[in-house]
């Protein structure tokens, strides 16, 4: 049984892996939507925080700020420990998606067209995986990052298996009915002894 969740962890984690390297390479080849449906799917089925700080990401360079802004309160809420370079990155990104909320708004309140927002000359940064986030102050702060694979799951103690106890029922059971057919459970008295005298063997 332990082997088979085993073997079914780890077909999850290879999918997972596969389909988190093609959001990535949609990332990187800017097909933010791609990487988006590819990110959201994944976090749904992991709940790894990791995946809402690519999401943010990627509403980011979708020019979406309200679902950008959204995704990367929710990372820094559900991130457990994210050091302190990590949380002043995704509040610049909060900063900056916030000002083009407000020119956006500031231009349709004008009725003139919104100023296109140039992202080709802002370097595209690989979004972070679930893996282990890397070290403070590396060049690749922004990446996209991975998840862990999710550790395989412990079997049960044999104790707590429905079919040991049926075995020691039916040991048990099988104990009683060969004491009963031995006689232990069979009282008798020796006809030849008057009663309330115990006699001797």
């Not at 916030?98 to 296109?116: C, G």
């Not at 403070?136 to 412990?154: H, I, K, M, Q």
């Not at 459970?185 to 006809?191: C, I, L, Q, R």
């Amino acid at each position: 049984m332990a082997g088979v969740l085993a073997m079914l962890a780890a077909r999850t984690a290879l999918a997972a892996d596969q389909r988190e390297l093609k959001a990535r390479e949609a990332f990187a080849a800017q097909r933010y939507q791609d990487a988006l449906d590819l990110f959201a799917k994944l976090y749904a089925e992991t709940l790894h925080p990791i995946y809402l700080r690519n999401i943010g990401r990627c509403y980011q360079n979708l020019g979406q700020p309200d679902q950008a802004i959204s995704s990367f309160r929710d990372y820094l809420r559900k991130a457990k420990n994210p050091t302190a370079d990590e949380t002043r990155e995704i509040e610049g990104f909060i900063k900056e998606m916030e000002d083009l909320k407000r020119r956006k708004e500031a231009s349709a309140s004008s009725s003139t067209p919104p100023p296109a927002t140039d992202t080709s000359s802002a370097p595209v940064t690989p979004l972070p995986s679930a893996s282990p986030p890397p070290a403070s102050g590396s060049a690749n702060a922004s990446a996209v990052l991975t998840a862990p694979a999710p550790a395989p799951e412990e079997a049960p103690p044999l104790y707590a298996r429905w079919w040991f106890w049926a075995i020691v029922g039916g040991v048990v059971l099988a104990g009683v009915g060969v004491a009963f057919a031995a006689g232990a459970f069979t009282k008798t008295e020796d006809a030849s002894c008057p009663m309330g005298r115990t006699c001797s063997p």
